[in-house]
C-alpha cells in the first residue's frame, strides 16, 4: 500500500496539490525504472551463463519487453514534465522503495511496502514479456521471495 506525505513550500501563490493521477504517474515511474533494470539484468545473464541451448531466443523475448519499458519509460517522464511533477530522489531499504517529488510548489514523499510493490512488478512484467497472468508456474509468495529487487 501506498502512503504519502506532503509539505508546502514557501510560495507566493497556494499551488494546486497533487492529484491522484500524479501519484499514480510516480508510482509509474518507479515500477517501470525497476522492471526495466531486472529486464536488462536479467538478458545479461541470460546471455553469459552458458545454460541455455538457445538462449538468444530467450533474449529476443527479455529484449522486447525491455523495449516496451523503455518506451513506456519515456512516456511517463514526458507525462511527469507536462504536469511539472519532479522525482527528487528515490530510496529502498527493507520495507518497501520511496521516492521524493516536488510537483507545484508542494513536496512529498511515496512509499510503497515490497509485498505490493513486487506482486505489481510481477504482474507488469507478464504483460510486457507477452505471458497470461493466470498461468504463472510460481505461486504468488513463491515469484515474491524469488526476485531480488534493487536499482
Not at 546471455?47 to 538462449?55: E, N, V, W
Request: glycine residues 6%; contains cysteine.
Amino acid at each position: 500500500m501506498a502512503t504519502t506525505t506532503r509539505t508546502t513550500l514557501n510560495t507566493p501563490t497556494i499551488p494546486e496539490d497533487i492529484t491522484k493521477d500524479e501519484l499514480s504517474l510516480v508510482r509509474s515511474y518507479l515500477l517501470l525504472t525497476f522492471i526495466h533494470k531486472v529486464f536488462e539484468r536479467d538478458c545479461r545473464v541470460i546471455g553469459r551463463s552458458g545454460l541455455f541451448k538457445t538462449p538468444q531466443l530467450y533474449m529476443e523475448l527479455v529484449t522486447g519487453a525491455t523495449k516496451k519499458t523503455s518506451l513506456m519509460l519515456q512516456e511517463v517522464t514526458r507525462e511527469l514534465t507536462s504536469h511539472n511533477l519532479k522525482i527528487t530522489t528515490i530510496r529502498q531499504d527493507q520495507r518497501g522503495v520511496e521516492a521524493s517529488y516536488a510537483c507545484r510548489g508542494y513536496t512529498g514523499e511515496i512509499n510503497i511496502q515490497w509485498p505490493g510493490f513486487r506482486n505489481e512488478m510481477m504482474q507488469r512484467m507478464r504483460a510486457y514479456l507477452g505471458l497470461n497472468p493466470e498461468l504463472a508456474v510460481l505461486s504468488k509468495n513463491e515469484s515474491v521471495e524469488q526476485m531480488a529487487m534493487s536499482i
